[in-house]
């Protein structure tokens, strides 16, 4: 079953505009991740933020995390062309041993328009 | 560096035939292995993990199957296809069990 939702499910902005998308999820997680996949490729780790986090930047990405909401969200500042992709969160919540792995959402499309 | 290899890119099968997608990582030993599939329009669907070598973990009970006979190769398999088996077949490893998945490039699985 999928733990996280995104949310708007499509997002189309201009260009140097600024693109937030959020995510939330049903159960208490160890870290929430976010990932961008391009058309018909495998997906690439943006950005991880544990559960003891509330914010964490990369470059220019900014990811929040409210766990009594059980959201986060992620902002691409000053966007470019190159970012349009869909973007996954995905909700690591481990249960006991093993790898267990992550419980993704369905994403956001996001389109920079020209 | 660590790599992931994923073969093959594309693969049109009829129903009822054997599937064999394989999947080696390069760089780094008992990593953690998952097979992934997304539907269209949809998120992904956690298929199979293992922890090393012949510990397979299944996540979804359906007609597939998941080996692994060397620590860096992990194998999708089907003896008898279904129509519901088409979808884009994700590979992904990761070190430890908090860090995060490298993806390879897909395998895009059609059953006709």
């Known amino acids: 079953s999928q733990q996280g939702e995104e949310d708007p499910q499509a997002l189309s902005i201009q260009e140097g505009e600024n693109a937030t998308m959020n995510c939330s999820y049903k159960?208490?997680?160890?870290?929430l991740q976010w990932y961008r996949q391009n058309s018909g490729r495998g997906l690439v780790h943006l950005i991880l933020?544990?559960?003891?986090?509330r914010e964490k930047h990369s470059g220019r990405l900014r990811v929040t995390l409210d766990t009594s909401k059980k959201s986060s969200s992620l902002l691409i500042t000053a966007s470019r062309a190159a970012d349009t992709a869909s973007y996954f969160c995905?909700?690591?919540?481990?249960?006991?041993?093993?790898?267990?792995?992550?419980?993704f959402g369905k994403g956001t499309h996001l389109i920079i328009q020209p | 560096s660590q790599t992931i290899h994923q073969w093959p890119a594309t693969l049109v099968q009829p129903v009822g035939s054997p599937l064999s997608l394989e999947c080696t990582v390069e760089?780094?030993?008992?990593?953690?292995l998952y097979w992934y599939r997304q539907a269209a329009g949809r998120g992904l669907q956690l298929l199979f993990y293992?922890?090393?070598?012949?510990?397979i973990s299944s996540e979804v009970p359906q007609n597939l199957s998941a080996s692994r006979p060397q620590d860096r190769q992990f194998i999708l398999s089907s003896k008898k296809l279904l129509l519901s088996d088409s979808g884009f077949y994700l590979c992904?490893?990761?070190?430890?069990?908090?860090?995060?998945?490298?993806f390879g490039n897909g395998t895009r699985l059609t059953v006709t």
């Open positions: 992904a490893w990761s070190s430890l069990r908090d860090s995060p998945l490298h």
């Open positions: 159960t208490s997680i160890n870290n």
């Open positions: 933020i544990r559960s003891n986090e």
């Open positions: 995905a909700t690591a919540a481990y249960s006991g041993g093993g790898a267990d792995g992550l419980t």
């Open positions: 760089g780094t030993s008992n990593p953690n």
């Open positions: 293992s922890v090393g070598i012949g510990q």
